[in-house]
């Protein structure tokens, strides 16, 4: 690590660093492609016991398709 990486990582985390010129960095819109992002995500957060009865995708996914065959009460 050189001088310049230590006194980077020293600073606090919410600075930007001396490099960047924030004149450049004007008019970036939070959010911009979230929906495009969301469109194409297909992921869910499962609670933690969930995951522990189901710990891998295959597992979840073979559960999930047992349910969707068996016929509603």
Do not use: C, I, Q, W
């Not at 001088?3 to 001396?18: F, V």
């Amino acid at each position: 690590m050189n001088k310049n990486e230590e006194s980077a990582s020293s600073s606090s985390d919410d600075e930007l660093r001396p490099e960047y010129d924030l004149t450049t960095l004007k008019g970036g819109v939070r959010g911009k492609y979230l929906e495009r992002f969301r469109a194409g995500t297909n992921l869910a957060l499962l609670a933690p016991e969930v995951r522990r009865a189901f710990p891998t995708d295959e597992a979840v996914n073979e559960a999930l398709r047992t349910l969707m065959h068996s016929d509603p009460a």
